[in-house]
């Protein structure tokens, strides 16, 4: 099943969601803002995209800039803000069968369909 965890307030996410319904195949939406993931959940995910959380960060988010931005932080804590903070995580993320991609730009979800 692929997974999007989209922001309909957000240009780039839903570019990404048109992506998919073009695409034909069955997939979920996850409105993350509103049903935020576990700390377990955005760990899986980083791992899916093979990148560390500091690269799922919105660093241009003012909850970022005035809160995290200077701090020395471990990935545990940087995920735990993302957690608290669902607005500092970069969207769309596209998920399947355990392979994730960051729709930014938005072709990039095509490398996983």
């Not at 922001?7 to 509103?34: D, H, M, T, W």
């Not at 955005?42 to 970022?64: M, S, T």
Request: hydrophobic share 35%.
């Amino acid at each position: 099943m692929i997974k999007i965890y989209h922001n309909p307030r957000c240009r780039k996410s839903r570019e990404g969601l048109q992506l998919l319904e073009a695409s034909g195949k069955e997939f979920e939406i996850v409105k993350y803002l509103e049903d935020v993931p576990s700390k377990k959940e955005l760990q899986e995910i980083i791992n899916y995209l093979g990148i560390h959380p500091i690269e799922l960060i919105r660093k241009n988010e003012a909850i970022w800039k005035e809160q995290y931005k200077n701090k020395d932080m471990t990935d545990d804590e940087i995920v735990e803000a993302m957690v608290s903070n669902p607005k500092l995580i970069e969207r769309p993320i596209v998920v399947k069968n355990k392979v994730a991609v960051i729709g930014r730009p938005p072709e990039n979800i095509k490398t996983i369909l």
